[in-house]
């Protein structure tokens, strides 16, 4: 507030900040360039973006995962029905069933797994139903979200054939830790 007697001036000032950042941001081979707050608030701002996308796709892999086991525990004596009558008409029991040319008990046996699996699926659909649109969703983000995010950084995404040396080095040691 001007003091009494002074008029207010109006005066802009246009700070700039030095922000090393990589070369695909910039569009052009200068990796440093000096920069407006606005382009550094507005890259921070999608990066920020990406962290929360990210983050949103692993809660949706963490709820259809966490579901999933929650399906094998509910619907564990359905699964082992199912096993048990698939078990009687493959492997040595159908080697038996065809050297006794008996396809009458064939037949009642995959009337027997398809019974079962009718049980099954009748036991798992609520919880197919919750999982169906989480993974709807983390497929949606992997193959559209998260490269256009990363384009609209400046880092579109390419095949890779072969393994970068960090994430070699990662599962090296992971594998060394089991």
């Known amino acids: 507030m001007p003091a009494k007697g002074q008029s207010a ?15 695909t941001f910039l569009e052009d081979k200068a990796a440093d360039r000096t920069l407006k707050p606005a382009e550094v ?12 996308l990210v983050g949103e796709r692993w809660g949706y892999f963490l709820g259809r995962r966490l579901t999933q086991q929650d399906m094998n525990d509910k619907t564990e004596a359905e699964r082992k029905v199912v096993a048990e009558a698939r078990e009687k008409i493959t492997g040595d029991n159908l080697k038996e069933i ?15 797994v398809e019974s079962a699996r009718k049980a099954l699926n009748k036991v798992a ?17 992997d193959s559209v979200a998260i490269p256009d995010g990363l384009k609209e950084l400046g880092t ?23």
């Open 9 to 23: 001036q109006a005066t802009t000032q246009v700070e700039t900040v030095t922000v090393a950042l990589p070369a």
């Open 41 to 52: 608030a507005q890259y921070f701002s999608l990066l920020r973006g990406l962290r929360d």
């Open 98 to 112: 065809i050297a006794n040319k008996d396809v009458e008990g064939y037949e009642k046996g995959l009337a027997s």
């Open 125 to 141: 659909k609520p919880f197919r139903e919750k999982m169906s649109p989480l993974a709807k969703a983390v497929r949606y983000i």
């Open 156 to 178: 579109p995404v390419q095949p890779r054939f072969s393994l970068s040396k960090w994430i070699d080095d990662a599962l090296e040691s992971a594998k060394k830790k089991k």
